[in-house]
């Protein structure tokens, strides 16, 4: 009998202790509940601090790009003050088969005048009593100018050099598509008629194919790499390429991240590691790159150091004297800028 309810009374206890335990998991279930409604929140205003974050650096390079854009057509009249500059408003260059070729952050149509004929649009034609001689004046200046020119502007926050190859190798496309339109007048899609209609709405021009000056615009250009946009324009070898290269490769701060990676694995051997303890040439590199062992490390970003000369060479050769660089306010383009800046009066 005492047996009996002993027993019991330690069943009724046990099941007390287990209502007790339950009661305590249920309220720790109810604070996570509340712990992660609050983490909810937490993580909902972190999206919109990123939208805004996001929405306040597209406004500021919205802003830079439109800076970018005054200073260029600025400087460009302050070296030809007897050329007008239009603004072309597309940003994006498609082809014929609505596949998109590039966007860019700029695009600008340069008349160039003979330089003792006022522009159509220079107030000194106001200034003219005669309407006649007006007339004629501008007739005579249609008849002399024949020449246009376009300025397309590429503005970056950060640049390297996969970026420079691929925007110099797109602007080769620019230059076929615009050709083609002249040379056959394709039908194309809606989104490149639509591209071919705003530029002849903005420019009233009967032909479109025009030289094309392409100007990277960004105050973090690295002296390597300003050294490689000018030897572009100048004219590049191989040789000067490989030279460029190299020196571009082990002064970038995300190669020697790279190269410390390579260094920490085993699969590696000490002969491939040996060309990036001593900086060896990029030809050595592209060698040590063709080895299975560093396909974990060959990205898009690397490849673009890997590039050989051969794979270039046209591009580089149609866009000498075609691009330049503006840089701190102050351009390198000799082509189109002797004065490099607007504080310069004399060239």
Do not use: W
Not at 239 to 250: A, M, S, W
Request: contains cysteine.
């Amino acid at each position: 009998m005492n047996d009996s309810e002993i027993t019991l009374a330690n069943v009724f206890h046990m099941v007390k202790g287990i209502k007790d335990e339950l009661g305590e998991i249920k309220g720790n279930i109810t604070a996570i509940k509340q712990n992660l409604n609050g983490l909810n929140k937490d993580v909902a205003m972190l999206k919109d601090d990123m939208k805004g974050v996001h929405k306040y650096i597209k406004m500021e390079s919205n802003f830079q790009e439109v800076q970018n854009r005054n200073f260029i057509s600025k400087i460009y009249l302050h070296n030809h003050p007897h050329h007008s500059i239009d603004i072309i408003h597309i940003n994006k260059f498609f082809n014929s088969r609505n596949r998109e070729i590039t966007d860019f952050d700029g695009f600008l149509l340069i008349r160039m005048y003979p330089s003792n004929l006022p522009p159509p649009s220079s107030n000194l034609l106001s200034r003219i009593p005669d309407p006649s001689f007006v007339s004629s004046l501008k007739a005579n200046q249609e008849n002399h100018h024949k020449q246009h020119a376009y300025v397309i502007i590429e503005s970056k926050h950060s640049l390297c050099k996969g970026k420079v190859d691929l925007k110099i190798r797109q602007m080769m496309e620019v230059r076929e598509i615009l050709h083609l339109n002249d040379e056959q007048h394709p039908s194309g899609g809606q989104a490149y008629r639509k591209m071919i209609n705003q530029i002849e709405t903005d420019t009233s021009l009967r032909t479109l194919y025009h030289p094309i000056h392409l100007i990277f615009s960004s105050d973090d250009i690295s002296n390597e790499l300003r050294e490689y946009i000018i030897a572009i324009y100048e004219g590049l070898d191989e040789k000067k390429y490989d030279q460029l290269t190299t020196r571009l490769f082990y002064s970038d701060p995300y190669i020697q991240h790279v190269i410390a990676e390579i260094l920490s694995n085993s699969t590696i051997t000490a002969k491939y590691k040996s060309y990036f303890t001593t900086h060896q040439p990029i030809s050595y590199i592209r060698e040590a790159f063709r080895n299975a062992s560093f396909a974990p490390h060959k990205t898009p970003y690397v490849s673009s150091y890997l590039q050989p000369f051969s794979t270039l060479k046209n591009t580089f050769h149609e866009m000498k004297g075609f691009v330049g660089i503006s840089q701190f306010n102050t351009v390198y383009f000799p082509s189109l800028f002797q004065r490099t800046s607007l504080n310069q009066n004399t060239v």
